[in-house]
């Protein structure tokens, strides 16, 4: 069984990626002036912490393993969780893929011998991944365990770096000395970098896709949230104050990865290998995260009929081994058709937070229809709370489909065509 330091490992494992790397150039090129640009890491944390609060009480009201899907089935019924399910799943195996890729391009440029195979080196760390956790649940969470102290103190060491080396960066100059955007540019370039932070944020609520899983889910599921979430917040301030203190805000504006920006002007000519080094070890523990994720949902769909029987069983280590394989393979073949994955990971990305909404509204569902249901953890300031977390949510995704309307477009295609292919599942089981 497993306790708060899974929950924990599994939360910072999931979240802190490649989006902490690449989103300061977006944002700086939107709100260039650094305490515009901290704010929006702050109103991240603030919309995470609210959805923790939500999916708290949730996870302890129905402890089930596989993530949101449960909850969506539970209060809204078979066709909004298999929604749910199915989008959260291959978007899941989706970002293994790209993670897996960002791995073997970085250690391709570490690396000579290891240049031009970048797809040959992520097959290989998404079967690895898949192999170690086929063990069994133990195996799975030591690795989360550890791979994600490793990130952790990864990201300490370029704090303190950037803080011990630092000349000041952006915080050296006056406020005359930036250009402030105001009126519509500022309305903008808030609901675009809010986007980006919480892209990035998204991973906080790792705990519940294991929530039958936990030893006292009542308790730990929680303390996991809670704690998931402020530490993700206290390390993405932290980055973002460092990196600000190193460079000015100009030399971030557009850059993909400022970090790396950063650590050339720290460490000089090993500034690349020290950067390229701290993001493949990062994103060691979100291929191991993601897989363990990933296999739950498809786990639970299963077992509820929405899958094939088969991949409900598990083996002797506790592990779904048929939920492991398959989503192991849709990772593969994503890696195998790297150019277009980038574009269905985009379209799905859509339904990262409308599966959020969906979650909230079924809060509210089970609140009234289910008044009496034990809940070992209920929402604080309900229902102003997790109100605004829905309300947060609803905004994002009409500014995604206003700033994006061409991939929203798609996303919304794909949800009609769901219909079908779910009542094809529900007659063919």
């Given amino acids: 069984m497993l306790g ?7 939360i910072i494992g999931n979240t802190i990626g490649a989006g902490i790397f690449r989103a300061p150039g977006v944002i700086a090129g939107q709100l260039p002036h650094p305490w515009l640009f901290l704010s929006v890491w702050v109103v991240g944390g603030i919309y995470a912490f609210l959805g923790a609060i939500a999916l708290a009480e949730l996870g302890t009201m129905i402890p089930r393993s596989g993530g949101q899907y449960v909850y969506s089935r539970y209060a809204l019924g078979e066709y909004a969780g298999f929604v749910v399910g199915w989008s959260d799943w291959i978007s899941s195996c989706g970002s293994t893929a790209l993670v897996s890729l960002l791995i073997g391009e970085f250690s391709g440029a570490l690396v000579p011998a290891f240049a031009g195979k970048g797809p040959v080196i992520a097959a290989a760390v998404a079967i690895v991944f898949a192999v170690l956790q ?16 490793l990130k952790a103190l990864a990201f300490l060491a370029l704090i303190v770096a950037g803080f011990m080396l630092g000349s000041g960066g952006s915080f050296a100059g006056t406020s005359a000395t930036y250009s402030i955007p105001i009126g519509l540019a500022l309305l903008v370039g808030t609901v675009i970098s809010v986007r980006e932070v919480i892209y990035t944020y998204d991973g906080w609520s790792g705990v519940i896709y294991f929530s039958e899983e936990v030893k006292n889910p009542g308790r730990d599921i929680p303390r996991a949230l809670f704690g998931g979430v402020l530490t993700i917040t206290v390390i993405y301030l932290l980055v973002n104050v460092a990196l600000l203190y190193v460079l000015p805000i100009s030399a971030i504006v557009g850059k993909e990865f400022a970090a790396g920006e950063a650590a050339n002007l720290i460490f000089g000519s090993r500034g690349d290998a020290v950067f390229r080094g701290l993001t493949i070890v990062s994103m060691l523990s979100s291929i191991n995260a993601l897989h363990l994720m990933a296999t739950r949902v498809i786990f639970a769909m299963s077992r509820d009929g929405l899958f094939t029987t088969r991949a409900a069983v598990v083996n002797d280590g506790g592990t779904p081994s048929v ?4 989503s192991a393979l849709v990772a593969l073949l994503f890696i195998i058709f790297a150019q277009t994955a980038g574009k269905v990971l985009t379209i799905v990305a859509f339904f990262f937070v409308a599966n959020y909404v969906l979650s909230f509204i079924s809060l509210f569902v089970l609140r009234r229809r289910e008044p009496d249901k034990p809940r070992p953890y209920r929402v604080w300031g309900y229902p102003w709370t997790p109100g605004l977390a829905l309300l947060g949510s609803m905004l994002f ?10 991939n929203s477009g ?20």
Avoid at 414 to 424: D, G, I, K, N, T
């Fill in 134 to 149: 086929w063990r069994g649940i133990i195996w799975g969470s030591n690795i989360q365990n550890l791979t994600s102290l």
């Fill in 323 to 326: 939920s492991l394989w398959l």
């Fill in 397 to 406: 995704l009409a500014g995604a489909v206003a700033s994006d309307p061409r």
């Fill in 4 to 10: 708060v330091g899974f929950g924990l490992a599994v």
């Fill in 410 to 429: 798609y996303a919304l295609l794909l949800l009609a065509v769901s219909y079908p292919v779910f009542r094809l599942i529900k007659w063919r089981s």
